[in-house]
């Protein structure tokens, strides 16, 4: 599934290094992948990781109940995904928020495979209901870069002060720390965010300090900047070309492994980024009924 050409994928790259945002008209977008109906019927159908569906409204998340979680205390849940639920949720003004729906959706899943290797980079794709006149989360910034499609009705961003009135068929990419805020008027909106999860110099830091690598005591104390920066170049430095590359690998895997939910614990086992999908999916819940 091509949602980019090559040449706007090479604009989308420009403005990645450049971290400016970006307003995309593309022409391969696939007039219907998604609109609300179908969306809703999907969703109803299916038995969704109560872990990976959320329900915010203005900031405040109401998280569903998960199995292992029965007998804990509960704050700001509700009892199950079910029809019932997300219509209840919807008519109080909640946003749903799906993540990891290449894992969950065929054609999402080739259009990931299809980023990954254009953009080097791991992808996440989640969905986002909001009803109209209503507001998921409050001004914030994310840590990654990602881009907006609109798949159904309009909504309203508000990236760096500037306004984008995005309506069905319109991308816009907002590259990592960018302040936003969005919201709906008159119309619902359907949209999918699609985050472009690459290594940083920070995932490489903290792979190794949970390594043995020889580093300072005090290599994550925010009053000693200088001695935790003199600690990773002279262990850079130490490194042999494989165990640097070893190192990278490690970092990658962990990088994945966060997008997939899996704890670092469980990381020691997963060799390859297929290891770790596999793990993933025998661990997920997902199923059709």
Known sequence: MKLLSKKEIETLKEHMNKKSVHLFKAKNIQKKLWDKEAFFTWLKTHSPDPALIRF???GVEKKAIAKLLQ???QINTVPA???RTIDEMIGSGHSIQMRSLQNAFLPLSSLQRELVKELHSFISINAYYTPAH???FDKHYDDYDFFVWQLDGEKNW?????????KKGNLLFVPAGATHKVSTLAKDSLHLTLS???LSLIDVIKSMGHSNLELSANFYDPNSLYDQLS????AIKKLKPHELTELLIEAWHKKVAQCYFIEDGEIDS???TEGTWKLYQDRREFTSR
């Open 71 to 73: 007998g804990m205390p």
């Open 56 to 58: 915010v409204k203005k």
């Open 196 to 198: 472009i999860h690459r």
């Open 158 to 166: 508000n990236v760096q002060g500037k306004s984008y009135h995005l």
């Open 231 to 234: 600690a990773f170049k002279n």
């Open 81 to 83: 995904v079910n029809a």
């Open 134 to 136: 209503s507001q998921a």
């Open 270 to 272: 997963v060799k390859t």
